[in-house]
């Protein structure tokens, strides 16, 4: 019997759980140390995680497409350096790495050209763009990960969907699915990925605001 599944809205505090539950979907050795951490005016880092060298990554989700949330995870990064020494005594045990900075997952349906031109413009970081399919057939759901951009730190240019970053020699045979792993079974008939992003120019204005939280940070 044939199942058909249509693309459906989903919840922003189910698409947290689903999150919360399937960190080495994002990448392999993830995993997360605290949800919802309060950063006063620079509002909630959804998840902050800890990957398989011991460095920090601010995970922030959205079940609609954000613009701002790049602006967003780049100034939560701030508050990050401001309370390393808070930090270093919450996380204790897990011995974090604080001389690197923290990378950068975002998690959305689809992400603007202006987010992506943005995160273009950006060094010294480790940001990935990551979109999500969901969908549902009567009381069954699917839901797929999909990493559409990866900038890497120092890097001359961004990742896209047709040069995904190489797997790392150590993960096991049965791990190496690639940047994108479903976390449900997916339906045949889930959309094929869109074709990699145009190059766009930003606005002197849009370029000196996102331009500007980089030099505080590598500064």
């Not at 922003?12 to 399937?22: A, D, G, Q, S, V």
């Not at 701030?78 to 005594?89: G, I, P, T």
């Not at 603007?112 to 969908?135: C, M, N, P, T, W």
């Amino acid at each position: 019997m044939t199942i058909l599944f249509r693309r459906v809205h989903i919840e922003p505090e189910k698409l947290r759980e689903i999150i919360r539950k399937n960190s080495d979907s994002l990448e392999f050795g993830l995993r997360f140390i605290d949800f919802q951490l309060g950063t006063e005016e620079e509002g909630f880092i959804n998840f902050l995680g800890i990957d398989k060298n011991r460095r920090l990554a601010v995970v922030n989700c959205d079940s609609d497409e954000n613009e701002s949330m790049v602006l967003t995870a780049l100034s939560q990064l701030q508050w990050l350096k401001k309370n390393e020494s808070l930090l270093k005594r919450l996380f204790f045990s897990e011995n974090v790495d604080m001389s690197r900075v923290p990378q950068i997952i975002l998690i959305g349906p689809s992400f603007s050209r202006k987010a992506v031109a943005a995160v273009q413009q950006l060094s010294g970081h480790d940001i990935r763009l990551v979109e999500f399919k969901y969908s549902l057939a009567g009381n069954n759901d699917a839901i797929m990960f999909e990493e559409v951009v990866f900038r890497k730190a120092g890097a001359g240019n961004v990742v896209g969907l047709s040069e995904q970053p190489p797997v790392p020699e150590d993960i096991p045979d049965n791990a190496r699915a690639g940047v994108c792993r479903p976390v449900a079974p997916v339906p045949e008939n889930i959309e094929q990925p869109v074709a990699p992003f145009d190059e766009i120019t930003l606005t002197p204005e849009e370029i000196a605001e996102f331009m500007n939280f980089d030099r505080k940070q590598t500064l």
